[in-house]
C-alpha cells in the first residue's frame, strides 16, 4: 500500500528493526499472521513486557559513565532543555552532550520524540 503512494523502500529491513528493537526493550515477540483467503498480512505488537526478559542492564545505571549520569539527571528535571543548555550546565561541549545523547539513545536510556522542538523521554 505505501509502495504505491511511494512511501516506503519494499526492502523489508522495516520488520528485522521491528522485531530487534522489541526484543531489545523487552517486549513479547510480535507476531506476523499471513492468511489467504482473502489475502492478508496483519502485525501484532504487544505492549506488555515480556516477563521472561531480563531488564537489568537497561535498568542498571552503574553501566553509565559519569557524563552520561548527569545528563540523564538534567533530562529527568526538564525533557525540553537543550544541548548547549545542558553543556552550560555540566561544562561540556556541545558536541560532547550530542555524542553522549547518541550513546543513551544506542542503550536504550533515551528517545527522541519530536524534532527541533521535541523533547527527550527517559524511559526508565
Request: with cysteine; hydrophobic share 30%; aromatic share 6%.
Amino acid at each position: 500500500m505505501f509502495s504505491l503512494i511511494d512511501v516506503g523502500e519494499r526492502a523489508g529491513s522495516g520488520l528485522c528493526d521491528l522485531y530487534n528493537n522489541w526484543k531489545k526493550f523487552g517486549y513479547n515477540t510480535p507476531v506476523l499472521c499471513e492468511t489467504v483467503d482473502p489475502d492478508r498480512i496483519s502485525l501484532t505488537l504487544e505492549i506488555e513486557i515480556d516477563s521472561n526478559h531480563d531488564s537489568n542492564e537497561r535498568n542498571n545505571e552503574s553501566n553509565l559513565t559519569e557524563n552520561e549520569a548527569k545528563v540523564i539527571a538534567i533530562l529527568r528535571r526538564n525533557n525540553s532543555v537543550s544541548a548547549s543548555e545542558i553543556s552550560k550546565e555540566i561544562g561540556l561541549s556541545v558536541s560532547t552532550v550530542n555524542r553522549v545523547y547518541r550513546t543513551l539513545k544506542n542503550k536504550g536510556y533515551i528517545t527522541r520524540e519530536g524534532k527541533t522542538r521535541g523533547k527527550w523521554i527517559v524511559l526508565q
